[in-house]
């Protein structure tokens, strides 16, 4: 009888608290401590708005639910910050802007989503590239892991500077000598094998400078800016010089990007049976480099449609900035410029990995986007929100 009275009490109560307090519709009105009790399964339309009724354990706590449009479903999501990371200046602005715009059924500019593609190079605009490519890392611990498998290695200059680190004699044996390491430690072996020692070397691996994971060293504003256009229904591809094989296993890990939509220089492979078992050789030779004009031949032989926004960070991405530029419609053409010394490395014109020079006179004539990593960063890398 008691709980009968309380019930009566409760709901009593609850109408008069309904019927004489006013609401904001975009908040729940009075706070309350106490541990919920219950739901009451219950609501009421007024003016098309729900009220909820939510018994507590001191006291009845209402709240309102309020049906919003699709336009100010918009500009909710628009208030809310989608790159925390980057500081309040013009390339942020100028990046909200054009998603803004592109997404907005309303604009003269929109695009509808199945023509929102993106695309990044990888080395210097996803993460970091010095002193040396990542990749080299990987084939240069290779070499390491293999060496002792293998004694005639101790008469050859060139893998044996790669034992001892001494990257500036590895420099000199050039494009031809890197591929000749490539071939030692990237053939020979099928498609099945070689993905897990990715797999391994990326979540072990560490950076000799900074003594960060190679994972660790993405660049956090570049995560938040990809997951930002997938947020709004834009394909983000990665167009990178580096090994297709050597990406694919680990970016939709740690960019959110899927193997599918990756597209690097690839080696030779051939089609074996190994006992009975087809599977994919890796050859030696290089069959497909995916640098400067050859990135515009990838995305059209791959992708088949023309990017909308594209970001790059050397000479090498240059045609890519370009063709994208050249479409119709709203277009992004973007550089990650290289200016923080304290925190990362500052390069451009005259340096060895990551040249930017001819790009940086072609985006100071056409208007492109260059995102200056000092001034517009907040963080650079992930660890750094750690700290």
Known sequence: MKNLLNLFLIIFLTGLFLSSCEFDHNKGEKKT??????????????????????IMEDT?????????????????KRIKDPLPSWNDTNSKNR?????????????????????????????????????IYFQLYFVFDRIKALAPSHPKWKKDKLIQAVINDDLEKVRKYGAEGLGKLM???????????????VKKWIKTARHPVTGKKFSEMVFQPMLELINFLKEN??????????????????????YGVPKEQVIGSRQKLKYEKVNGKPVLMKLSDIEFVDDAANKVIAIYQI???????????????LQMLEWTWAGKGKRMSAYIHHTDAKREWVYDRNSKIGTLNKGLDEAAEKGWLVVDMKKDWKVIHPYELKK
């Open 60 to 76: 009845v706590v209402v709240t309102k639910n309020v049906t919003i449009s699709e336009k100010e479903k918009r500009e909710a």
């Open 95 to 131: 990046i909200i802007e054009f998603v803004k715009v592109v997404t907005d059924k309303e604009s003269a500019n929109y695009v509808p989503p199945p023509e929102r593609i993106a695309t990044f190079d990888n080395d210097g605009t996803l993460w970091s590239e010095q002193p």
């Open 303 to 317: 992708i088949g449609k023309r990017p909308i926004l594209s970001f790059g960070n050397s000479d090498g991405d």
């Open 233 to 254: 229904d834009f394909k983000v591809y990665i167009v990178s010089g580096g090994g297709i094989d050597f990406m694919r296993p680990w970016t939709e890990q740690v």
């Open 183 to 197: 071939a030692l430690t990237q053939s020979g072996m099928t498609t099945d094998e070689f993905d897990p020692l």
């Open 33 to 54: 401590t106490g541990s919920e009790l219950d739901t009451l399964a219950v609501t009421r339309e007024e003016d098309n708005k729900e009220k909820t009724i939510v």
